[in-house]
């Protein structure tokens, strides 16, 4: 009889992390028999049921367990997971993320789960709540960490990051690099590109910019727009930003937009600066429209908008800040700015238009990079070996 694996996530939302928790779920089933848990989706979320239905998944809903802390709620969400856990009774509980990483973990442990891990994708030790706040995350995280059989972070840069924090010493973490289906990203190309671009209506002579994910605080995308606004001002290249998603910062976005004179839509529009989108669950044919792939963020686990530019062959002008220069290939196609700098922002969007019109960048280094580091068989693969490893080790202590 295969070993039973609970593997509890935040939401089923339109993000990074999902893709990643689903694709891991659907491989393991040769091994495993798999379970998934999760919040219900919010307010203004959209879903990644498309996704869900391609791997073929169930997914059972924690009443309850939401982003926000709210004493009440947890503690039912909590009593909901050990129940669960004690009804399917497995080997192995992996969480991923903050709410359902602490949920989870507690209830596995007061559930003796024989074997507990714990995945980070992203922290929020710093640039998301006040002092106090942070403060309580962190003692909390330290304390789970005490109780999970190893803790797995998706890059070696988290990974220090966890370690300076001191969440757990170093020899009981484990690195396993995010693993995608790559492949969409190179197939049919060109037929992809003149689709999303007709109807953006954007015109051949256009760059097309883009940003993919959420609008959030911590996403930073108003530097872009103030970057954009000085990059307007020192070239006569045409160019139109796409802001490819939707948050609770979309109405500030909209506002800054007006203060600095971008003109914006929600609809196609060859006449505007500035499009929002809104969500897309499909981002392939985006990133085959695009030109120029952008990421501000404050702070990120791995950025999972430049591994699929990257598996596009887009270039990218980034903030260095956390995973991200351990998620690509820094050359002539992938330049970084520090965190905040609007002037160094603006001189790497500058050089990235001036060679885009000149044709002189080229992806295939960086879509060789992320294929082979990122690609889902190596993720699956690295996964089942620590489930093996600690589950013969409990089996040989137990």
Known sequence: MCPKVLIVFNRLNIGGLVPQVLYTAQYLQDAFEVRLVCGALEEGEAGFDSLL?????????????????????????????????????????????????????????????????????????????????????????????????????????????????????????????????????????????????????????????????????????????????????????????????DGEERANLENLAKELNLSFDHQPNDACDLIFTSWRTDVVPVYAGLDLACLTSLNEGTPISLIEAQAAGLPIVSTDVGGVRDTVLVNENVLLSPSEEVESLVENILKMLFNIKNGTLKGEANRDFVFKKFGLERMVEETKNLYWEKLEVETRDG
């Not at 791997?55 to 802390?69: D, F, K, S």
């Not at 903050?98 to 030790?125: N, Q």
């Open 53 to 245: 239905k391609e791997t073929g998944l169930t997914l059972e809903i924690v009443p309850n367990m939401q982003r926000a802390i709210h004493p009440f709620r947890d503690f039912k969400a909590l009593q909901y997971l050990r129940k669960y856990i004690r009804d399917f009774r497995p080997d192995v509980v992996h969480t991923h993320a903050a709410k359902s990483g602490a949920l989870g973990r507690l209830a596995a442990y007061l559930e003796k789960v024989p074997v507990i891990f714990h995945t980070f994708h992203g922290h929020v030790f710093h640039s998301y709540f006040s002092p106090a706040k942070t403060r309580l995350f962190l003692e909390t995280e330290r304390w789970l960490a005490q109780k999970s059989s190893a803790i797995v972070t998706i890059s070696r840069l988290q990974k220090k990051d966890i370690e300076a924090f001191k969440v757990c010493e170093g020899e009981r973490i484990r690195v396993i690099h995010c693993g995608y289906d790559l492949k969409k990203f190179v197939e049919n190309s060109e037929e992809k590109r003149k689709a999303f671009r007709t109807h953006w209506k954007v015109g051949e002579a256009v760059v097309a910019i883009g940003m993919v994910g959420r609008l959030a605080s911590i996403k930073n995308n108003a530097l872009l727009l103030k970057a954009m606004k000085k990059v307007k001002a020192q070239t006569d290249i045409s160019f139109q930003i796409f802001l490819v998603g």
